[in-house]
């Protein structure tokens, strides 16, 4: 399975390593990455833990679940990314819309670990309605990991 952050690498050469935390991301950008996949793989837990501390007080994991779980997460454009901040968007499908959400993010590092703080979100777009015999939307991303290749939506990610 191909990493659900975009890099073109196997999951389990990419964001698997610090979802099971056998090692800890080194940069803000890997992090955010790790949090995607996370979304992406609907692992709720993940995406809690590395909220900062202060921020883990008003998050809940099964909140964060329920909304990982409603959407089909396609696919991650970083657009900037710098020591503290990533600017991304991320394309999702839920109640069969595809949905931009572009967001620029902060990270700090808490005790060693890179943890999310906020962000600002500059775009929240609702793309289209799909239909299930279109082409799939994932093939139109290149950094979707779940692209099988000019599969209708029905029979790829709207199934
Ligand atoms: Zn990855
Ligand atoms: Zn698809």
Known sequence: MLCPCGSTLSF?????VFITQKQPPCTAEQLMRSRFSA?????????????????Q???????????????LWLALVIHE??????????????DNTLCELREKSNFNLEQGLWRYIDGDITEHNE???????ETCPCNNYATAWSAKKDKKFKHCCGK
């Open 57 to 71: 007080l008003n998050q809940s994991v099964g909140e964060i679940q329920s909304w990982a779980d409603e959407c």
């Open 39 to 55: 979304y992406a793989i609907k692992d709720g837990q993940y995406i809690f833990n590395t909220y900062g501390a202060a921020q």
């Open 12 to 16: 389990n050469a990419c964001c698997q």
């Open 127 to 133: 793309i289209a309605k799909i239909k299930r015999n």
């Open 81 to 94: 990314s710098e020591k503290n901040t990533v600017e991304f968007s991320a394309y999702y499908i839920v």
